[in-house]
RNA sequence: GGAGCGGUAGUUCAGCUGGUUAGAACGCUAGCCUGUCACGCUAGAGGCCGCGGGUUCGAAUCCCGUCCGCUCCGCCA
């Protein structure tokens, strides 16, 4: 139907006959003549229609927004002076001498203009004309070059790409699961993945080495600007491997990703492990392009009379944490100040003090807090040497809970760094290591902090001795502060896995739900380990775009519908009794 | 589960402390226009002010509830 796309057409084709077919993106009728604009996923051409050619003008003359036409017609100049430079194919215009209407359209819903923003549900209930706009294209061909260099990327180093089930049971990832009922076995259920995690363990213990997937996981969660129920994850597992295995074979793919894709070099992501990080950064999964650091002042007023600090620390749950911001006393009104607080507290923080630095070679006389009456000359003098505060700077400080103070001086840390601008434009990427095994959940009781099946980093009596100290050989890779895949080196000896469930008190029902690892780990288990990154997340890094929707082509609303389809809805009487379910009226 | 913001013409928005006939821009319709490119000019049509209740002489505006969208907390690798 045509011979070239609207939008590869360039000086080089002038004098060339070619014919073209795409959508009307403008009409300009100026009675004499008129000017067409055809758009198709290469981009937009200019057509003149001429008068003289009376039965084409007749056409052109009834076209509308969206229409989808054919035209033919032969690459001319344009005259000087009257090239568009916002156009690719502003040099040239089609001189058409063919034109028929292919389809007519309805007046869109909505301008499909650059210029005019429109709702988000409007566009998620029409995505199919959003997804005509020529930068939801682009970032929808980023997701598919990128993922295409992943898999050869991943095919050359040996990795075979094998599907694994959706329907399956539950795993161990600790999300709430979607479920399909069953109609062969009336009242049970298939949980949809949340990640293939058992199945990609299974393929190592079945001897093929090296695994990876495009997967789509499922989470019934609640939504986020960056998380949706349904992602794709490029899934990875090899056996035989060390922890440094997997990070670098990681590291070389991001890196060869962002170079082909976005011609950017990644610098060596440096390690950090998750201790440190949330030390320096409060959080952990840092953003490296923010400058700013936490810094620990346990030491420095231990014996301070203002108790808040000094009873924090004094407690090794505790911490004492400062924020020193520099050069920014003239960019925070009192108000802002205020604010600061607020937004803390949102965050889970009682209080947080701030000291500015009006003069840092005067001593308490140059510095001006609501705490400074509590704080000896020593402590200010301390205060100011740890934290190499200059004049001009505000000094922040959090104390409390160490895991609430990391938090919420993360958060500020983020914040502050949004507000002053001074986060570095580029790409900044990072391992957190060295994860615990466990965290503590709000019952008491202890949860894995990345699954059960991650090796601890020390032989099993080790690990039964103290099992809630032990590390993990767990990784999680950080980009721009947005947590981009994790994974870890995982167990393959039943002893030892059975001494993670018994730590978790799940030992007589790991049997029954993970039995077939079990199994399958007595009779010939190598050594593995892999890695999972959100394709989605990563996609959004490189298109610079805000929202996980952006990225897909049809996502779901916060509160996990459809606009499109309106899905979910509800099911036919029949299907049901099929299916053995009952609906309840009163949920 | 909780908090915040938003919902007014086809679209994006304005409409303040309640008060004549709810406005603008773009889009749409009709007419004019031979080098435009967010074409221009003239005229016109277009409104369940998300939905339900309440307060009031009177509600787009105030109150309560509810639905939807977005952001955040909780939740979630």
Redo the contacts with the bound molecule.
Sequence with gaps: MRTHFCGELRKNHIGQPVMVCGWVD????????I?L?IRDIQGVL?V?V???LKEIFQIAQQL??EFVIQVSGEI?A??R????P??ST?EV?L?AQALSILNESA?????L?E??????????RYRYLDLRRPQMQQRLIVRSQVISLIRSFMEDNGFLEIETPTLTRSTP????DYLVPSRTYPGTFFALP??PQIFKQLLMMSGLDRYYQIAR?Y?D???????QPEFT?LDVEASFIEENDVLDLTERLLCNVFKRQLNVTLEKFPRLDYDSALRRYGT??PDLRNPLELIDIDEIVQQSEFNVFAEAANDDTNRVAVLRVPACIDRFTRKQLDQMVEFVQ???AKGLAYIKVNDAKNGRAGLQSSILKFLSDNELQLLLQQTTAQTGDILFIGAGLSETVS?FMG?LRNHVAHELDILEDEFRACWITD?PMFER??DGSM?P???PFTRPKCGQRQFTDSPFTTKAF?Y?VVINGY?L???SLRIHDTDMQQAVFDVLGIGQEAQVKFGFLLDALRLGCPPHGGI?L?IDRLIMLMTNT????DVIAF???????C?VTRAPTAADPSQLRDLGVFVRQDS
């Design positions: 403008s009409c300009r009728d100026l009675g004499g003549i000017f604009d200019q003149v001429d008068p003289e509308k927004n001319r344009r005259i002076d009257q090239t568009n916002h156009l502003g215009e001189y007046v869109p819903p909505f301008q203009d210029h005019f923003n429109v709702n988000e549900d409007l566009r998620l990832e600790g999300a709430r949340q990640s996981c989470r969660e609640d939504l986020r600007h960056d998380r994850q952990d999964k949102k965050h889970g938090h958060v994860w959940t709000e949860a902090m990345h699954h767990a999680d947590e895949g994790g994974g999972a959100g805000e929202s996980i929707r996502p779901k609303t916060t509160k996990a519908s606009l």
